[in-house]
């Protein structure tokens, strides 16, 4: 495999940029891994055993840590990973010198082999989504790989593809921020509601940066919408591939699902369309589908105590996502919010919250603004983190009852990620 850049550098040290690193490295490029963050900050990065230490990075890759030095602007190429800010200054001044930017699935999706890319995006249900459709099609005796933002990153596939594998890829905006000629072949958005708004300031720019999953894409391609999200359904409009939609409301089957919730059935509606637009009729797909029991840390079941049933929903870093987990239950909640703030307000929890939960304990940075917003709505405890909170759910919550981990903010307060915060409470729970 020939490339057209000799000299590349990736911005960031996580799992993505040490993939991305490792592919090109691989490719005979000079590669530098830059880390704006000191380098103890990545001790277990990528490692598989926690016995082990420090970062799995390939012999001959350059590396710097502790801030993007002038050397990131003499590459032909940066690739940032999704969490790099679009704007920061190195960026910057890496457009002004036409430096050529793009992200990891635009990197895939020029040089790896595939039958087809199926991308999703959306602020919630994106993971559960991906699943299912690897699931449905495993079923159908299909050859499928998720990656993206759930299971590995996209360059570990680069030379594994074939024209024989499709590709599910979970797509965030911090991804579709950097794109420029990523087409995929089916792309689904499940719904816009308010996320990420510390990076992309406006709902509109949001929206924006979300349509760019679907804006490459011709006549012979496929895009799937949420109908009964408005900024979903009028995004359709800019669309020029073959359009179709997925409606809860309009919904006349009764789908046998084993997750729980209106979202996950709206998450079934999507995964139907998309193999549908691949060719297979409903009646196979819905045979395909039914035994999907749902994902880890997206209202997981972890154990029940005296009556109290705990469930993780650590994949409930914002507001929306959380109003969909409470709507999942009809048993009375204890709530656990909290952890680092997106920007969004929380008030939106409050109809919810007044009508079936009855106590919320708050945690994490994000604690004094959630008490503020929250304020009235039900009973309120303020602790400092998970361990505190699971205990004390543990003394106040009666048989009946669920015990709700969906935070509502991101992890970065006092975890690696969404997924460690997750293990946390279920390790703490079960030690109860």
Request: glycine share 6%; proline share 3%.
């Amino acid at each position: 495999m020939e490339l057209k850049w000799k000299k590349v550098a990736v911005l960031g040290a996580a799992r993505t940029g040490i993939s991305c690193a490792s592919f090109f490295s691989s490719q005979d490029c000079h590669v530098l891994l830059s880390e704006i963050n000191p380098r103890r900050q990545f001790i277990g990065v990528g490692v598989k055993k926690k016995e082990e230490t420090g970062l799995k990075i390939p012999y001959g890759i350059e590396t710097e840590f502790g801030g993007h030095s002038k050397k990131v602007l003499e590459a032909d190429l940066i690739v940032p990973s999704p969490g790099v800010p679009f704007d920061s200054s190195i960026l910057r001044e890496a457009r002004k010198k036409n430096i050529e930017i793009i992200s990891d699935i635009e990197i895939f999706y020029l040089l790896a082999k595939y039958r087809m890319i199926i991308a999703v995006t959306g602020t919630n249900g994106k993971t559960t989504t991906v699943s299912m459709l690897e699931y449905i099609l495993k079923n159908l005796g299909e050859k499928a790989v998720v990656c993206g933002n759930i299971g590995a990153p996209v360059c570990d596939f680069i030379e594994k593809s074939d024209k024989n594998t499709s590709i599910i890829m979970e797509v965030s905006s911090y991804q579709l921020e950097y794109t420029n000629k990523f087409t995929p072949h089916i792309s689904v958005i499940l719904n816009i509601t308010p996320d990420h708004l510390e990076r992309h300031k406006t709902m509109e720019n949001y929206a924006d940066i979300k349509a760019k999953i679907f804006l490459n894409q011709n006549k012979e391609d496929f895009s799937i919408f949420n109908k009964e999200d408005m900024l979903c359904y009028n995004l359709s409009n800019k669309c020029i591939s073959q359009r179709k939609f997925f409606s809860l409301k309009e919904n006349k089957k009764k789908l046998e699902l084993k997750v729980p919730g209106d979202h996950n059935i709206e998450n079934a509606l999507a995964s139907i369309e998309v193999i549908k637009a691949m060719g297979r009729p409903d009646n196979e797909i819905l045979k395909a589908l039914y035994g999907f029991s749902g994902v880890e840390h997206r209202l997981e079941f972890v154990r029940e105590i005296k009556g109290v049933k705990y469930i993780n929903d650590s994949k409930g870093t914002n507001v929306s996502s959380t109003e969909t987990a409470i709507k999942a239950f009809e048993q009375p909640i204890v709530l656990i919010l909290g952890g680092r703030d997106k920007g969004s307000s929380y008030a939106p929890l409050i109809p919810l919250i007044k009508r079936n939960v009855k106590k919320v304990i708050v945690i994490g940075e994000a604690k004094e603004k959630i008490l503020s917003e929250l304020k009235g709505s039900a009973e309120i405890i303020i602790l400092d983190n998970i361990e505190q909170a699971v205990k004390k759910a543990n003394q106040v919550a009666l048989p009946g009852d669920i015990v709700l981990l969906s935070p509502a903010c991101a992890s970065f307060d006092q975890f690696k990620n969404y997924e460690e915060r997750g293990d946390f409470f279920k390790e703490v729970v079960k030690n109860l």
